[in-house]
C-alpha cells in the first residue's frame, strides 16, 4: 500500500544540462524578471521570489525564434515527465498543461507552504523543474518539512496539487535557485 510520499515523483537528470543552460542564458539577465506571488495574495512573507511566464506570446515575442524553440523543448520535456507520472500512477486524467513560468529564487528567497490547486484555479499534478545546482538552501519540503528533497540540475519532482501533498521552497541561503514550474490540469 502506497504512502502519501510515494505519490512524490522525482526525476533525475529528465533535463539535458544545455537545455538548462540554453534556458538560464536567455533570461538570466532578462528586465522581464516581476515579483511573483501566492495566488490572490502580494504578501513578501508568503513568497519572495520573482517569475518570468515563459509560454505567454509577449515573452516568446522579444526573442520569437529562440525562445519559441526553448518553449517547445520544455512542452516535450514536461510530456515526458508526465509520462512517467502516468506510467507509474495510471490514474491521473490529464488534458492540458498551465504553460511554464521561470522563477528566480535569491539569497533569502522562499516560499512558505502551500498547496497548488483551488477552486478558482483547480490543478491536479504539479511539477517542478531544476536549472540549476549552484546554490545552497532552497530544498522542496513537504508535509511540514517531514520530507525534504534537494533536487539537482536537470531534475523534476512531480506530486498532486491537492491539499493533501502542502510543501514549501526553505530560503535560499547562498547563490539563486533557478526552476520551471508546470501545472498539469
Not at 512524490?8 to 538548462?20: F, N, R
Not at 523543474?129 to 533536487?151: A, Q, R, T, V, Y
Request: hydrophobic residues 35%; negative net charge; proline residues 3%.
Amino acid at each position: 500500500m502506497n504512502e502519501l510520499k510515494d505519490y512524490i515523483l522525482v526525476l533525475d537528470d529528465i533535463i539535458p544540462d544545455k537545455l538548462c543552460d540554453d534556458i538560464l542564458n536567455e533570461y538570466i539577465h532578462s528586465n522581464e524578471w516581476m515579483e511573483s506571488h501566492a495566488v490572490n495574495d502580494t504578501d513578501r512573507k508568503i513568497r519572495n521570489c520573482y517569475a518570468i511566464s515563459l509560454s505567454s506570446q509577449q515573452t516568446i515575442d522579444k526573442n520569437k525564434i529562440i525562445r519559441k524553440l526553448l518553449d517547445d523543448k520544455i512542452f516535450e520535456i514536461a510530456k515526458l515527465a508526465l509520462t512517467k507520472y502516468n506510467k507509474k500512477f495510471n490514474n491521473t486524467q490529464i488534458s492540458k498543461d498551465s504553460g511554464y513560468d521561470l522563477l528566480k529564487y535569491d539569497k533569502g528567497g522562499f516560499y512558505i507552504e502551500h498547496i497548488d490547486s483551488f477552486i478558482e484555479i483547480p490543478r491536479t499534478i504539479s511539477c517542478s523543474f531544476i536549472l540549476n545546482d549552484n546554490f545552497k538552501g532552497g530544498e522542496f519540503c513537504f508535509f511540514e518539512n517531514k520530507f525534504i528533497h534537494s533536487l539537482k540540475k536537470g531534475s523534476a519532482i512531480l506530486f498532486p496539487s491537492n491539499f493533501m501533498y502542502p510543501h514549501s521552497i526553505l530560503p535560499v541561503t547562498d547563490g539563486t535557485r533557478y526552476s520551471i514550474v508546470t501545472w498539469f490540469i
